[in-house]
């Protein structure tokens, strides 16, 4: 990530969710824990935002949230020796 990174609030607008979802999704493991600001605030990359589209798409498509945080597992676990593409 070149820039600071986006805080809870920039980045549940920009993914159209509620902040509450941001921490939800981390205590499930669909998100990792983000680094902190000096003040203590949680900044997210910002391919985050794309990470909650797919998650927020793949509900609206039927799946549930362990199958979701399955098939983010094995996306993460196919690709961990190649570089980061995106999703």
Excluded: C, W
Aim: charged share 20%; proline share 7%; no cysteine.
């Amino acid at each position: 990530m070149s820039g600071p990174g986006l805080r809870s609030g920039q980045l549940a607008e920009a993914a159209g969710v509620n902040p509450q979802t941001l921490r939800y999704y981390e205590r499930r493991g669909l998100l990792a824990s983000p680094r902190r600001s000096p003040g203590g605030h949680r900044l997210y990359p910002s391919d985050t935002v794309t990470l909650l589209r797919v998650i927020k798409t793949a509900q609206r498509l039927g799946f549930t949230l362990n199958e979701v945080a399955d098939l983010l597992d094995a996306g993460r676990h196919q690709h961990r020796n190649q570089p980061d593409t995106g999703l």
